[in-house]
Every structure is written in structure tokens, then in C-alpha cells.
């Protein structure tokens, strides 16, 4: 029996039936492109650290420019993996985990793919020595 999820509701009719690792796959395509850069991967792992940041407290943890530092939230912004809130004069950027959580459960489900294919090469071979 495959591993795959097919509990994510359909997106629309040529998506029907599809488990939901391909039906979601445009959106965490947008997320690994996202944290595939190394930068945005670091200011990433600086919000899991814990709170919201500014982008001067963000640009201190890095080597580029403020502007930098926004174009690169902006991106992880547009993927849903951070979110802004506006207190005062400053900007405060968190961590959304919804998406990260989505990318880890697609993960686990490739992983466990992976691993009855293998088994079932694993048993092919044996069977055929």
C-alpha cells in the first residue's frame, strides 16, 4: 500500500485524485526555492530562534544591507513562510510554521516512498540471486 497522503482536499478538477504531495507542489515549490537560497535560510533560522525582529536587528546577524536583508523577507514574505506586523515606527518580521510544517510532512512522505521503493528493489535483487 503506497505511504502517499491523499487527505488534502482537491484544488480543482484537473487535480482531482492526485495524492496531495503533487497537488500542493506549486506551493512548496515557491517554499524551497525560498529557503534554497542560503541567506534566506539564515534569517529563517534566526526567527525559529524565537520573537519577532527588526530589520535592523535581522541586518546585524548578516553582512548585506538593510535593503538586502527587506528583499529577501519579502521573498520568504511571498511564500509564506514570514509575516510583518507594524508596531510603531518599526516593522517586526516571525516565522510562519504553517508552511515549514507542510515542507516537513511532504519530506516524511518522500522519505517513506523512498523507503518501500528501496525495499522493494532491495527484494527484487535478493530474489533474483
Do not use: Y
Request: hydrophobic share 45%.
Amino acid at each position: 500500500m503506497p505511504a502517499c497522503d491523499t487527505t488534502a482536499p482537491d484544488t480543482g478538477p484537473r487535480n482531482a485524485g492526485l495524492p496531495a504531495i503533487v497537488r500542493s507542489s506549486d506551493v512548496l515549490a515557491s517554499v524551497f526555492a525560498a529557503l534554497g537560497d542560503p541567506m534566506r535560510l539564515k534569517l529563517v533560522a534566526v526567527l525559529c530562534a524565537g520573537g519577532a525582529f527588526s530589520i535592523a536587528q535581522l541586518t546585524a546577524t548578516t553582512d548585506i544591507s538593510r535593503q538586502g536583508v527587506t528583499k529577501h523577507l519579502q521573498v520568504l514574505a511571498q511564500a509564506g513562510l514570514v509575516s510583518d506586523v507594524k508596531r510603531g515606527r518599526e516593522r517586526l518580521w516571525q516565522l510562519e510554521p504553517g508552511q515549514i510544517e507542510e515542507a516537513k510532512r511532504t519530506l516524511e512522505i518522500i522519505g517513506r516512498e523512498w523507503d518501500v521503493a528501496l525495499s522493494k528493489l532491495k527484494a527484487f535483487a535478493e530474489a533474483t540471486l
